[in-house]
């Protein structure tokens, strides 16, 4: 009896549901997550389905199946306009082609989440087999002295997570413990296909490099586009209310005096001053606090002010190292999704041999969503990932009090 009680209490609590965005579906998505019926899971482990909305590129497949495994039972997946081969085996496929408008594919979604929910809950739903088998990523016992995949006391990638090594900070050469992991392509606070492999000290990124570009998104500047690129640097500013506050604006009630008390509640809410002057200035694009006041600006009715040309030596790999972890993310999501593909295009460079081992794949994430627990770790698999790896990677989060060997504080 007690067993029907929960059974009956989980088909009526909202839809936990971890998302990885594809192409051209992030707003859409965003849409769906305002309904108080469906709870967007900051980690897969906290979800009991599995939403793959839009096209994915052919690398991304492995670290979606990574995502899906990192899921507890009972689980299910759902995909939205998403086409991925036999890559998440039977999983359930929806196609919003057919439905007049983007609402009543919202809608249709919804109502699909909500049938897979109720089916897993009262157990008339099997829930879905692993994807992939449980072995580490690159081969490591019984190699070194103490059995730790590498030579020496030190050094070693054991079930490929590489150790943690001293190195310098960045900002004061003190000598520190440095973790080197991939961090997306799914991380919910990331842009949608974003990967980039980070070296960092505490929460302070030392290198950046830029694995896979983000997913193409829609380009235009317009008032809904620039009123979801704010909400989305309020979550990050510790500003939920207001974040949903302009999500609902953006699907709903947009008139003057709606986006006039909006702004006024932002501008009032401190949120300005709690960027740092400086942070994530581009030449000739301005500063994070630029980029929010344009936003502002546009979300309201006016015109953002006229910016230069991006200059050819901007990258991610020179804008991020030396920033926090929380600093990174509000300058990654500060961009429009033109000026971040230019900013994170894949440099031509030639791959390093670090450890003999090959990487290809086993991402070890930090992302929300593609970190691979292999018997219960904490971390994600994979060569240097973590919930960072895919929104999905580990435990992922916001990364609000970011632990490079754990869980990203909330990203998304």
Avoid at 208 to 235: F, G, H, I, T, Y
Avoid at 277 to 290: C, H, I, M, N, R
Avoid at 391 to 401: E, F, I, K, L, N
């Amino acid at each position: 009896m007690a067993v029907s009680a929960l059974s009956r209490w989980a088909r009526e609590a909202p839809v936990p549901v971890f998302v990885a965005i594809g192409d051209g579906m992030r707003e859409r998505v965003e849409r769906l997550f305002c309904d108080p019926g469906i709870e967007r899971a900051a980690t897969p482990r906290h979800a009991a389905i599995l939403l793959i909305a839009g096209r994915m590129r052919l690398e991304d497949r492995e670290d979606l199946r990574r995502l899906h495994d990192q899921m507890p039972h009972p689980r299910a997946t759902l995909l939205w306009d998403a086409k991925v081969g036999e890559a998440l085996g039977d999983a359930e496929i929806f196609s919003g082609g057919t439905l007049e408008s983007d609402k009543d594919a919202g809608e249709a979604v919804r109502d699909h989440l909500e049938r897979l929910w109720q089916d897993l809950a009262s157990g008339e739903r099997p829930s879905e087999p692993d994807l992939l088998h449980d072995e580490p990523p690159n081969p490591w016992e019984g190699i070194g002295p103490h059995g730790q995949g590498g030579k020496g006391m030190m050094g070693g990638t054991p079930y490929g997570r590489p150790m943690a090594m001293t190195s310098d900070d960045l900002r004061d050469g003190l000598a520190l413990d440095t973790y080197t992991a991939r961090f997306g392509p799914f991380l919910p606070m990331f842009p949608p296909g974003l990967l980039l492999e980070m070296t960092l000290q505490g929460d302070v990124i030392q290198a950046a490099k830029v694995l896979r570009p983000p997913l193409s998104q829609k380009a235009e500047e317009n008032a809904p586009a620039a009123l979801s690129r704010l909400a989305r640097l309020l979550d990050l500013l510790g500003l939920p209310a207001l974040g949903q506050r302009t999500r609902l604006a953006v699907a709903g009630d947009r008139s003057s005096s709606t986006l006039e008390k909006l702004g006024r509640a932002i501008r009032w809410s401190g949120a300005m001053l709690a960027i740092p002057p400086g942070l994530g200035a581009v030449e000739g694009q301005g500063d994070l606090s630029a980029r929010l006041n344009d936003l502002l600006a546009v979300a309201g009715g006016s015109s953002p002010a006229t910016r230069p040309e991006l200059p050819e030596s901007a990258h991610l790999s020179s804008l991020l190292p030396g920033l926090e972890w929380s600093e990174a993310m509000l300058v990654l999501n500060s961009f429009d999704d033109k000026t971040l593909s230019m900013l994170a295009m894949v440099m031509d460079e030639p791959d390093e041999e670090r450890d003999g081992h090959d990487h290809d794949g086993d991402h070890m994430r930090h992302d929300h969503g593609g970190h691979h627990d292999h018997g219960g770790s904490h971390h994600e698999h994979g060569r240097h990932q973590g919930e960072g790896g895919q929104g999905g990677h580990g435990d992922y989060g916001s990364h609000q009090g970011h632990d490079p060997h754990g869980s990203h504080g909330g990203h998304t």
